[in-house]
């Protein structure tokens, strides 16, 4: 029992700030400039923006897109009639085109003639290209023997053009640290001799990673287990890089190519690819992925229609929950800040825009609010404020006062504040 009054509630107010979540601020320590690119998504052409919704896609400021996205590229040859309008399409969204030549079926003649049309005869100067798509999963298909294919036509690409940057090997479901199942150890095997035999050439290591369903016939997946893989990320870039250096002896840019939630096209769940909370783990997933420094990021996909999944951040003629992360991240700043959390459901992004103004987007996975201590910032004031959660669509509410040192954060919810 309390002596006074007075002492519990001094007892209580200890208690109730301890419990609170800590993020912390290191304004004072950038850790360099964040890429553009990580803001980027797959695309087409076997599913393809209607012209109702250009005004969508523009506005989600995308800013890189892989073509052709999956699977497609690997059972068809691009020809003209696709790279001219996705090339129109590109430059329409100010975004960075990528494009992905014919492995399985292709030859390096056909790769070398894919080059010359885009950057030679067309000055498209497209500068990122890869070669294939996840070949750790062709059948009848060795990885000696997808060396030698990516080499003869890297080579043959190089001597078209000598200006483009070699991205791959787009392995698929490279595994993190506490996965070690045959199917993800392959990958990880793949990703390793790849880079033994074509290190020299390759300019940006890619993987790809879904990690749902964990294999066929699954129950759907709860919230609570999409919130929990968000955190397989700062296992998973770390080990990347490991590989890289030991493999190379060098630190060569990574790349995260194709990525969502599901590999299915699941819909219709509390944690479906088509449902509010992916977007919640989407902005978890993006933050931790900007503050590995990946330099390329491409979601799966810009868009699916319906009948196809619900990947897409649009869908034939509406959004996706996940298209609203876009709108929170594009007025993130471009210099890194160093950043903590002490709770595994909250983290924070922080970044200086070029004129000072400091940006911080907060992620609450949780599935109940929380108020948690912001320190590290000198002289906080007023913030403006968005916010996406189940009632807010990624719009500005209004304004925080940071000088109490605190945020109030809705469960679910991802909250942008710029600080002036």
Not at 130 to 152: C, F, H, K, M
Not at 352 to 370: C, H, I, M
């Amino acid at each position: 029992m309390c002596v006074t009054l007075l002492l519990c509630a001094v007892l209580g107010a200890g208690e109730v700030a301890a419990q609170n979540p800590k993020l912390i601020v290191k304004a004072d320590q950038p850790l360099g400039s964040i890429s553009p690119y990580v803001y980027g998504a797959n695309y087409g052409p076997w599913s393809m923006v209607e012209p109702d919704m250009l005004p969508q896609a523009k506005a989600s400021a995308v800013t890189y897109l892989r073509f052709p996205a999956g699977n497609w590229g690997d059972e068809n040859d691009l020809k003209p009639y696709h790279i001219d309008p996705f090339m129109t399409f590109a430059r329409l969204l100010h975004a960075e085109p990528s494009i992905s030549v014919r492995l399985k079926g292709g030859t390096p003649e056909k790769a070398a003639q894919l080059v010359h049309y885009t950057n030679v005869e067309k000055h498209y100067d497209v500068r990122y290209w890869s070669i294939g798509n996840e070949p750790n999963l062709y059948r009848d298909y060795t990885v000696e023997q997808y060396n030698r294919d990516w080499r003869a036509m890297a080579q043959a690409m190089l001597a078209v053009d000598p200006k483009i940057i070699l991205v791959g090997p787009d392995v698929s479901q490279y595994p993190p640290l506490s996965v070690t199942d045959p199917d993800s150890q392959k990958a990880h095997d793949w990703l390793r001799t790849f880079l033994q035999v074509n290190g020299d050439l390759v300019r940006i290591v890619s993987i790809h990673r879904y990690p749902f369903p964990k294999g066929t016939n699954q129950p759907a997946t709860t919230i609570a287990q999409l919130k929990d893989s968000a955190r397989e990320w700062d296992t998973i870039i770390p080990d990347l890089r490991k590989v890289i250096k030991e493999t190379t002896a060098r630190d060569l840019p990574v790349a995260v190519t194709e990525v969502n939630s599901h590999w299915s096209n699941a819909v219709g769940g509390e944690a479906s690819l088509d449902s509010y909370y992916n977007a919640i783990w989407w902005a978890d997933v993006l933050g931790r992925l900007i503050r590995q420094q990946v330099d390329i990021v491409a979601f799966f996909a810009l868009i699916t229609y319906s009948d196809i999944g619900g990947f897409g951040l649009l869908s034939r003629y509406d959004v996706r929950p996940t298209y609203y992360i876009y709108k929170l991240y594009q007025q993130l700043g471009t210099e890194l800040l160093a950043t903590e959390s002490t709770d595994a459901d909250v983290t924070i992004t922080a970044a200086r825009r070029s004129d000072g103004t400091l940006t911080l987007l907060v992620v609450n996975a949780a599935v109940e609010p929380k108020t948690v201590t912001l320190s590290g910032i000198k002289s906080p004031g007023q913030a403006e404020l968005w916010r996406l959660d189940l009632d807010h669509k990624a719009e500005k509410i209004g304004s925080a006062d940071l000088a109490s040192g605190s945020l109030d954060l809705p469960a679910q919810s991802a909250s942008l504040y710029i600080v002036p």
